[in-house]
């Protein structure tokens, strides 16, 4: 099972309600302070599960304009 780290930038007026919509996700989220606003972690045994969560449950939310994806794997 690998893990993505989904960094999400927002629109500083929309901090608040990004967060909101990001915890109805129901996905693992944590806010940041620095460089990003927000840090989505998945898990997934297929990567286009990262790519449904990102099209689907996160590029949708209103105030979101940014987001980089960090794959992680054993080695």
Same mark, same amino acid.
């Given at each position: 099972?690998?893990?993505? +780290?989904?960094?999400? =930038?927002?629109?500083?007026?929309?901090?608040?309600?990004? !967060?909101?919509?990001?915890?109805?996700?129901? #996905? $693992?989220?944590?806010?940041? +302070?620095?460089?990003? =606003?927000?840090?989505?972690?998945?898990?997934?045994?297929? !990567?286009?599960?990262?790519?449904?969560?990102? #099209? $689907?449950?996160?590029?949708?939310?209103?105030?979101?304009?940014?987001?980089?994806?960090?794959?992680?794997?054993?080695?």
């Amino acid at each position: 099972m690998a893990k993505s +780290f989904i960094l999400v =930038d927002a629109e500083i007026s929309k901090i608040k309600d990004v !967060s909101s919509e990001l915890d109805k996700t129901g #996905l $693992e989220v944590y806010p940041l +302070f620095g460089d990003h =606003d927000f840090i989505v972690i998945t898990e997934f045994g297929d !990567s286009k599960i990262t790519a449904n969560n990102l #099209l $689907e449950k996160i590029h949708p939310i209103d105030g979101v304009v940014k987001t980089k994806t960090l794959v992680g794997s054993d080695i």
